[in-house]
């Protein structure tokens, strides 16, 4: 599981030094949405995108609705804290970047594959890592070693007889398509 962690931890360095540009500035809207210490930032991020996204009952699992394009989240008792929240929350808007009218992935179709699914949460949890990281978020419960969602995922590819390395650089070269996604939409506004 080291071996795991040490490159997933790599990946990350590798796409702040290649993938993107990090000495821009961005302008910060500061707003209230009822949650506390989230980086005016994020929020910018998300209003700049014009990702819709809601607290409801009626979800079993967080997730980006596809067929509705929103991303649904159970309620704010839910998370255990801010950063619980952030840390849920850009995982899912890694999945929103997948719609039709954006990079448009094959996971946002129906009807897809386990190594597609393996690939798209991989991703997912690559970008969640990396938008923690650049807006200092403290994200200790995605690389904790009981939960590691991409370890899971990679075993889970192993077992129905999936290459884990061709997945796992797939979801890289997927994330930082969504990075530089974010990236250049964010900059746009």
């Known amino acids: 599981m080291l071996l795991v962690e040490d490159m997933f931890q790599e990946v990350i360095e590798d796409i702040f030094e290649h993938a993107l540009d ?8 500061i707003e209230n949405k009822g ?5 005016a930032l994020a929020y910018d991020m998300v209003d ?3 990702v819709k996204w809601q607290f409801t ?7 980006y609705d596809v067929e509705e394009d929103v991303i649904m989240l159970k309620p704010l008792s839910y998370f255990a804290s801010d950063e619980h929240f952030l840390q849920i929350f850009f995982h899912e808007l890694a999945h929103w970047t997948g719609a039709n009218n954006r990079l448009n992935r094959i996971t946002a179709k129906t009807n897809v594959g386990k190594r597609e699914i393996s690939i798209e949460e991989v991703m997912a949890e690559i ?4 938008l923690c990281d ?4 403290p994200d200790t419960f995605r690389t904790n070693s009981v939960y590691n969602y991409i370890f899971q995922q990679i075993v889970e590819a192993i077992i129905l007889g999936e290459n884990p390395l061709e997945i796992y650089f797939t979801a890289v070269d997927y994330a930082i398509e969504v ?7 964010w900059e746009m506004e």
């Open 22 to 29: 990090l000495e821009g500035t961005y302008p910060a809207k």
């Open 35 to 39: 949650i506390t210490g989230i980086p």
């Open 48 to 50: 700049v995108l014009k």
């Open 57 to 63: 009952d009626s979800v079993v699992f967080n997730c």
């Open 127 to 130: 970008v969640a890592k990396y």
């Open 134 to 137: 650049f807006f200092y978020v």
């Open 179 to 185: 990075i530089n996604y974010i990236e250049v939409n």
